[in-house]
């Protein structure tokens, strides 16, 4: 699958750029997002690690070819240091969003350290944002309301809560990765702006990436 561009582009425009894992993932954000801002960029295999590889391997490569391209920044020219205008950029922000387990937060691991790298000015205007999507859903007998876990630790939490509130029949379902959200949780927990969980990445976020999964 390649990438599928939004209508509305520049400063301003609120123009979004999701970067997800693979052709599935796409599939299934392409299916609720919003084309008029919304454009999705899916992306095969791992990210390189652009903090070890050369630049040239890094400008090689497919990912980052595409991401540039889509995005309309240059790279951090390795010779002089000069650093890409995000003031050409096409969209406002980019939405890094993966599976929500190890490979996902591997994934997103490597971005942060491409964009530490190779686009930091995009980081440090705070146009780099990490999507989580829920990895639990958890819901009760008695009750029409659901509550959504990020972690095993925050669902067990959230399980016992219920049960000392008296729920009965508390059901939790893993989602093994973003094609396997029900379309509707999809759109309301990643993909739609007023409820997504959204963090804004900063420097030391990329840096503390780079102390877990080395440089």
């Not at 997002?33 to 960029?41: D, E, F, G, I, S």
């Not at 009965?168 to 007023?194: F, N, Q, Y």
Request: include cysteine.
């Amino acid at each position: 699958m390649k990438f599928e561009d939004c209508v509305l582009h520049g400063v301003g425009s609120g123009g979004e750029l999701f970067i997800v894992e693979g052709d599935s993932a796409s599939g299934s954000v392409l299916n609720v997002r919003n084309p008029q801002t919304q454009a999705v960029l899916p992306m095969q295999g791992k990210p390189l690690n652009a903090m070890k590889a050369s630049g040239d391997k890094v400008a090689e490569f497919g990912l980052y070819q595409q991401l540039v391209a889509a995005l309309g920044v240059p790279l951090i020219d390795p010779e002089t240091g000069e650093l890409g205008d995000i003031r050409q950029a096409r969209f406002d922000r980019v939405l890094l969003l993966f599976d929500p387990d190890a490979d996902g937060i591997h994934c997103g691991a490597l971005m942060l350290m491409f964009f530490y790298r190779w686009m930091r000015p995009m980081l440090d205007a705070g146009r780099v944002s990490m999507i989580r999507p829920p990895l639990f859903v958890i819901s009760t007998a008695d009750s029409e309301q659901t509550f959504h876990a990020y972690s095993p630790e925050h669902a067990g939490r959230i399980m016992s809560e219920l049960k000392r509130r008296g729920a009965t029949e508390i059901k939790s379902h893993h989602h093994r990765g973003l094609a396997s959200i029900d379309p509707k949780l999809l759109a309301s927990a990643c993909v739609h702006p007023e409820t997504r969980k959204a963090d804004v990445m900063t420097v030391k976020d990329a840096e503390d990436a780079m102390h877990v999964f080395g440089t």
